[in-house]
């Protein structure tokens, strides 16, 4: 399990790094909180999201100048202005949409000089977005309670931003190369992380890397259904399948603009299904978990083709025998890797 957030602690392992090194950090927690800008943005019709992704755009054109001290107060005051009244916020998605707006103002402080500490408040919001998603899921503890507190650090989600955030710090420590060699990497790994927001979506224009690797993926998955197509295959409706990927049953991806089902999660029916395709049972499970852990779908399609060490052999190949036996071994499987705590 991951140790508790420490905002000193955060601040002592930035103060060890390159100043292009605390942007970049910095921009990974950007790229990783913005989704939840855009689900308010699209639930409740705020309209700041292209303000926000244009700053962050910015940002990384700045981080490819070197990081050089620059005045973004434009850029941060539109961040700011792209939020609520405080007084209106009344939901827990709601205060992780403000926490993602108040984030890229403080990487637009960060560029202009401020760097350690603009993103070390950067970590603390995104910390603090995981206890949020955490308390969603535990509404029924009361606050008070001793437990209650260490359960919603236990929680997938908060165990997952701290583990994101300590793998990215030891990543940029790590680094001896410069942040010119270090810059497509970085990107490959962080950008797009706003797709989230709508169930693991498409690659932007300029993203080839990413459209690259999400197509290699979909190869090793065995290719991919359109909505139509799966339901063709499933002699079911294309309602019917849309359906199993919102409730998590399904996984279903956007490529090249369009939602597709990568096909190894499909199999022949037996018995009552037989002459039809029927989704793998433990598919929706390894969706769901992925869905807790707020990691997208394209992080589950490669839990899913590639081979894992607890199994020995890539998930989908153990999902193929059908059995319960199978299915819990790739629940436990998916529960390591997320660093999911142990009952």
Known sequence: MEPEFDTEGVR????????????????????????????????????GRDALRSALDRAWLELGRGAEPVDLSALAKAC???????????SGDEQRGVNAGDAMAFLMRALAGAAVESVA???????????????????????QEPAYWRTIHA???????????REDLELLAAWRSGFGAALPILATRWRGDDQRATGDGDAGEGDGDLAAWRA??????GGWLTLTEAASATRRTWQWV?????RGRALALVHNGELVLPKLQF?????????????????????????????????ALQFLVEVDATLGQAPFEVLRIREVDAVNAVEHAAKAHLAVPKD
């Open 12 to 47: 002592a392992r930035l103060q060890a790094l390159d100043r292009w090194q605390v942007i970049a950090f910095g921009l990974a927690l950007a790229e990783r909180m913005l989704p939840e800008y855009t689900i308010c943005s699209r639930r409740y019709g705020w309209p």
């Open 80 to 90: 700011e202005d792209s939020l609520p009244d405080s007084d209106i916020i009344d």
């Open 121 to 143: 408040e950067m970590a603390a919001l995104a910390h603090h977005n995981a206890e949020l998603v955490a308390q969603d899921h535990h509404e029924d503890m009361n606050f």
């Open 155 to 165: 929680h997938p989600a908060v165990q997952t931003e701290l583990g994101r955030q």
């Open 216 to 221: 290699a993926l979909l190869e090793r998955a």
């Open 242 to 246: 849309h359906y199993q990927h919102c």
């Open 267 to 299: 199999t022949d029916g037996e018995g009552e299904a037989s002459g039809k395709s029927v989704i793998l049972p433990g598919v929706g499970t390894v969706v769901r978990l992925f869905r807790i852990a707020r990691a997208d779908g394209w992080s």
